[in-house]
């Protein structure tokens, strides 16, 4: 089981990330995610590059998450895209007539613009997966023009608003396969939804599907009575046996922050949930906001992961392949 660590902080000080690095690696994981927002490359592309080589340099691989972009994916700051906000004649039109603050990723303005982003990154910086994280498209029927124009029966723009996005999700992933098909594609669901995970793991240039795990609910007596032998959340399994049968690969996160002393306590068990649906990767956060004891949940958090055995990494060889550097240590 590999570990995959998001690191969401600040890339300015380059000792101070460094030992942060040093300190993952050594937690056992052999990649990171870092978020990046639209227009955000422009303000700092030094300190980007030097963070995304430090990484490299110790041996950690780099999932590189688009946020926001359209107000479609996750983002570790509340900020909303700058695409929107530049161009908001792209935002979702609902049927009575009112914009929403999403880009309608049917415009092709925007999938040029952000086609051409993540190929920019791609060529830039040492990346070796994209990760979508958390894509949605609001669950809005929009009727903008671009989308009546492109499903002219009303009563289906529904349906077609579903099976577009998921065309859209592939459309992505083949576009960053065209530039390095070594460059791995992710894409995690913030919860799970079945139909929509029937139809991701059919995308053929898509390589791991994942899923952020929600905090358990509370044993119930009899689940107390046979403690030791708890079976791991339905959805959990059956994301990683679907991704199993279609030959991709699965990941599971930790949602180790937002914890108050409770929630720190279940975390453990929340883990073992995690591990007994052996995905093929487990992704957690380094130090990442708003838990009640910061430095206590990530020591518990290595903790937990050092109970994951170690193996040799099995990324494919490709251009920014770097050896992993485990014996090291
Ligand atoms: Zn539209």
């Known amino acids: 089981m590999d570990i995959t660590v998001a690191y969401f902080h600040s890339l300015f000080h380059p000792d101070l990330v460094r030992r942060d690095f040093e300190q993952i690696r050594a937690a056992g994981a ?60 792209s935002r979702v039109l609902d049927h009575h007539g009112r914009y929403h603050d999403l880009t309608c990723f049917n415009h092709e303005p925007f999938r040029r613009w952000f086609f051409q982003e993540i190929a920019f990154y791609l060529n830039a910086y040492p990346i070796n997966g994209i990760l979508l994280d958390e894509p949605h498209y609001g669950e809005i029927t929009c009727f903008c023009s671009v989308c009546r124009a492109l499903c002219p029966d009303v009563t289906d723009l529904a349906g077609f608003r579903r099976r577009s996005w998921v065309t859209f999700l592939g459309d992505l992933c083949a576009h960053v396969k065209g530039i390095d098909k070594h460059v791995r594609t992710a894409i995690v669901l913030p919860s799970y939804d079945a139909s929509l995970v029937e139809d991701l793991v059919l995308l053929p240039d898509l390589d791991m599907l994942g899923l952020h795990l929600r905090r358990p609910s509370r044993p119930s007596p009899s689940e107390t009575a046979t403690a030791g032998s708890v079976e791991p959340d ?73 109970s994951i055995p170690r193996r040799q990494l099995h990324w494919q060889t490709g251009k920014h392949f770097a050896v992993p550097r485990l014996g090291e240590e």
């Not at 340099?57 to 926001?68: E, F, H, M, N, T």
């Not at 949602?255 to 990767?281: I, K, M, S, T, V």
């Open 30 to 89: 052999s990649s990171i995610v870092y978020s990046i927002q639209d227009e955000e490359r422009r303000y700092w592309p030094r300190d980007l590059e030097r963070g995304l080589l430090l990484a490299q340099d110790v041996g950690l691989k780099v999932y590189l998450s688009p946020g926001q972009h359209g107000n479609l994916f996750a983002t570790p700051s509340p900020a909303p895209s700058w695409y929107t906000f530049h161009h908001p004649e």
């Open 234 to 306: 339905r959805c959990e399994r059956e994301i990683v046996d679907l991704a199993r049968q279609h030959q991709k690969r699965s990941l599971l996160w930790l949602q180790n922050f937002d914890l108050d002393e409770e929630g720190q306590q279940e975390l453990p068990r929340f883990f073992q949930l995690a591990q007994q649906a052996e995905p093929d990767e487990v992704a957690c956060y380094y130090y990442w906001r708003n838990n009640s004891d910061p430095e206590g949940v990530w020591q518990l958090t290595r903790q937990l992961l050092r």
